[in-house]
């Protein structure tokens, strides 16, 4: 099969996981807490990819090291300072805002060190970012209050931190699954330290029954969505990865839909839509 063909169909694939993914973490946060979801999710992450590391085999060196450490620092921001934030905001603010930044910042990249992207496969990436507008936005949100808040600041912060994520790994792309083992085991470490140091464990409870199923299965959810994100960077570029990854709101929402009987609007039946008109750009362009 043809090696952009590929790079698109990972690109889906990890849309598909992180979708999912956070509608298990989501599910999971409604019963507990946002820090022990997004510290136990991690955690139950690293055995997929020590699986896969210990099948695949290989090495990093100190460069690709390097970039690892700091996907996993940029990974642990993101999460942290999203799941804060949407315990605090609006989803209709926090989830746009973020998943936006995780698309700009990784194209502005690409086109300052690589190749420029072709027409299409720009009309795509652009056609996303409304689509992501429409597709987040919540069937009965009224006024979302002042432009400048807590929340709002907090949904730009994880936009940056998931940005980095995706832009470091792609530096360690040819590592195969090791990068990710690496920035995932970090993304943990700093997540537990940041949440000791804040006192977020203060009172907590311990997950149980279907909290602790649903967080487990978060992790793994997100943790073969690393993967197949790592194998779309490592096939295409990183602007079209990007892209195609951080859709996922819109596989949230359909399984929310399905599962939960959330009603979609008319909007959010735009939005998703002009997402796949999103898809068809940027993969005819290849």
């Avoid at 699986?51 to 970039?67: I, L, N, P, T």
């Avoid at 700009?104 to 299409?120: E, F």
């Avoid at 689509?131 to 994880?158: D, M, N, T, W």
Wanted: hydrophobic share 55%; glycine share 12%; charged share 10%.
């Amino acid at each position: 099969m043809d090696r952009i063909l590929m790079a698109w169909i990972f690109g889906l694939l990890a849309a598909l996981a992180f979708g999912g993914g956070d509608f298990l973490g989501g599910l999971s946060a409604r019963r507990t807490t946002w820090g022990q979801v997004a510290l136990m999710s991690q955690l139950s992450g690293l055995l997929p990819l020590t699986a896969m590391a210990f099948v695949q085999g290989g090495s990093v060196d100190q460069h690709a090291f390097g970039w690892s450490l700091g996907a996993g620092v940029g990974e642990a921001a993101g999460i942290c300072l999203l799941y804060k934030a949407l315990a605090e905001g609006q989803m209709a603010v926090v989830a746009p805002v973020t998943a936006l930044l995780a698309i700009a910042l990784p194209v502005l990249v690409t086109m300052a060190t690589g190749p420029m992207p072709g027409l299409l496969a720009l009309a795509g990436i652009a056609a996303a970012v409304p689509a992501l507008i429409l597709i987040s936005r919540e069937p009965s949100a009224r006024e979302l209050g002042p432009i400048v808040s807590k929340s709002l600041l907090g949904a730009v912060a994880a936009g940056f931190g998931v940005a980095m994520f995706m832009i470091c790994l792609s530096q360690a792309a040819s590592g195969g699954v090791m990068p990710a083992l690496i920035a995932r085991g970090t993304c943990a470490g700093t997540t537990a330290a940041v949440l000791a140091a804040s006192g977020a464990f203060a009172g907590q409870g311990r997950l149980r029954g279907w909290t602790l199923v649903g967080t487990f299965m978060a992790g793994v959810w997100d943790a073969t969505a690393t993967i197949c994100l790592l194998a779309a960077m490592r096939l295409g570029s990183l602007a079209n990865a990007a892209t195609l990854a951080s859709l996922y709101p819109a596989v949230t929402i359909i399984l929310a839909a399905i599962v939960l009987r959330e009603r979609l609007s008319p909007s959010q039946h735009c939005g998703l839509a002009m997402a796949g008109l999103a898809v068809m750009a940027i993969t005819q362009s290849t």
